[in-house]
């Protein structure tokens, strides 16, 4: 199960990502919350677990051009496609092929830890999480992404709906909005092994609230992000 996710994610995930999920208004704005909530001005170095393509890495260094930015993935063509997008923006990042729930790194290597849409996919949610936070430094931030409904065509409709306010907002008429909406749902039919497959998972508050109370972490915050259908954790990793 596990080599046809990697195979999926190289094959088919990766290579659409930036002309379908990354466009998405919703998808930027929830970006921005979660980069916002990493307070990156005071960072140091940065740790993006599930890197993708490079988006989240990418506007990181905008923000804070002189924090040291490191980027893990298990896929090879999101290293890749990483790797080209960041040098076209002449910026720097150590990426490495690697899995989420085995970091190659030294205990409180970052002060920040980001992980987006990451964890939906891992068998031991708290094993992962265990992980980000023994490379993390006491004191350092993490933000992460859970997810609060299970992927289907709910989401589906729920970004359809804001995707077609936005653009109506931008001046588009709702003739023009709709096909450009549909050619985005034609490409997304891609995404439906993803919605389909049977380890979905979904989180309540009080399920993340119940697990990160076994984790040594202070100043936990989950809001939820009810269009994306995400809750987005952040706190500090406390004393062991």
């Known amino acids: 199960m596990r080599g046809l996710l990697r195979l999926y994610f190289n094959r088919i995930y990766n290579p659409i990502y930036d002309r379908t999920t990354a466009t998405l208004n919703r998808y930027r704005l929830l970006q921005a919350r979660c980069l916002a909530a990493l307070e990156l001005q005071s960072a140091r170095r940065l740790l993006c677990v599930g890197l993708g393509t490079g988006s989240e890495a990418l506007a990181a260094l905008r923000i804070a051009p002189r924090i040291s930015v490191s980027g893990i993935d298990f896929s090879t063509a999101a290293l890749g496609r990483s790797r080209r997008k960041l040098e076209r923006f002449g910026k720097v990042a150590d990426l490495r092929l690697m899995d989420a729930a085995d970091l190659a790194y030294a205990e409180g290597s970052f002060d920040r830890a ?25 004191g350092g931030r993490f933000v992460l992404t859970l997810p609060s409904r299970l992927e289907g065509a709910a989401l589906g409709a729920s970004l359809a709906r804001d995707e ?5 907002r931008s001046g588009r008429t709702p003739l023009g909005a709709i096909a450009e909406i549909v050619s985005r749902l034609i490409l997304g039919l891609l995404y439906l092994p993803l919605m389909l497959r049977g380890s979905r998972r979904s989180f309540t508050r009080d399920q993340i609230q119940e697990l990160f109370s076994r984790l040594p972490v202070s100043g936990l915050a989950v809001v939820e992000e009810k269009t994306y259908q995400d809750f987005i954790v952040s706190g500090e990793k406390g004393k062991t």
């Open 114 to 138: 980001l992980c987006l849409h990451v964890l939906d996919f891992v068998p031991d949610v708290e094993a992962v999480l265990r992980g980000i936070l023994r490379v993390l430094a006491v």
């Open 164 to 168: 077609f306010r936005t653009a109506l």
